[in-house]
T-cell receptor
Framework: AQSVTQPDIHITVSEGASLELRCNYSYGATPYLFWYVQSPGQGLQLLLKYFSGDTLVQGIKGFEAEFKRSQSSFNLRKPSVHWSDAAEYFCAVGAREYGNKLVFGAGTILRVKS | NAGVTQTPKFRVLKTGQSMTLLCAQDMNHEYMYWYRQDPGMGLRLIHYSVGEGTTAKGEVPDGYNVSRLKKQNFLLGLESAAPSQTSVYFC???????????????FGEGSRLTVL
């Protein structure tokens, strides 16, 4: 069965520090990979996505993610975190073979301390 | 563009009551989805639709029904609400039917349902 694991439930970083959120997946097909962000009381907004090609993808708000097939990972990174980045982040995986239904990880809550 | 709109935003029900959540999208998307979000469990797919007049079960369909009578609308119904259905419900849509389909979802802002 397809699954997505986000090992960290909560992460706290200082403003200006670097950030890495982990995502591992188990999928039987060539995956599409996504990171979404959810601010309190809001819906989910797409940060970035990977389908093929360059394994380092750039997204909005200064985020990037790297696809590592050998590790089945798609970790999200940001060089310098801003207080407004405090939110919950979801990794999601889909595949055309599975009707493009996305499977989501449990989410990682990011807290930013000043 | 309004994108994906969900109504109502909040609702409190008593056990056994019924209700319907409405999702409307104005992007001419073929695919529509209903997810529920529970703490520590991410989003889980309840039902989805690949086009007008079609619906299919997702990961957690029990206790819910859906209908897609019009392409732009996707309704989620609870016939007899239970406390276990207390959750935040998200509707999403995506474009499909081409080789360029990427599965990217566009989400509504969510509907918070409490069943007492």
């Amino acid at each position: 069965a397809q699954s997505v694991t986000q090992p960290d439930i909560h992460i706290t970083v200082s403003e200006g520090a670097s950030l890495e959120l982990r995502c591992n997946y188990s999928y039987g097909a060539t995956p599409y990979l996504f990171w979404y962000v959810q601010s309190p009381g809001q819906g989910l907004q797409l940060l970035l996505k990977y389908f093929s090609g360059d394994t380092l993808v750039q997204g909005i708000k200064g985020f990037e993610a790297e696809f590592k097939r050998s590790q089945s990972s798609f970790n999200l990174r940001k060089p310098s975190v801003h207080w407004s980045d405090a939110a919950e982040y979801f990794c999601a995986v889909g595949a055309r073979e599975y009707g493009n239904k996305l499977v989501f990880g449990a989410g990682t809550i990011l807290r930013v301390k000043s | 563009n309004a994108g994906v709109t969900q109504t109502p935003k909040f609702r409190v029900l008593k056990t056994g009551q019924s209700m319907t959540l409405l999702c409307a999208q104005d992007m001419n998307h073929e695919y529509m989805y209903w997810y529920r979000q529970d703490p520590g469990m991410g989003l889980r797919l309840i039902h989805y639709s690949v086009g007008e007049g079609t619906t299919a079960k997702g990961e957690v369909p029990d206790g819910y029904n859906v209908s897609r009578l019009k392409k732009q609308n996707f309704l989620l119904g609870l016939e007899s609400a239970a406390p276990s259905q207390t959750s935040v419900y998200f509707c999403a849509s995506s474009y499909s039917r081409t080789a360029l389909n990427t599965g990217e979802l566009f989400f509504g802002e969510g509907s918070r349902l409490t069943v007492l």
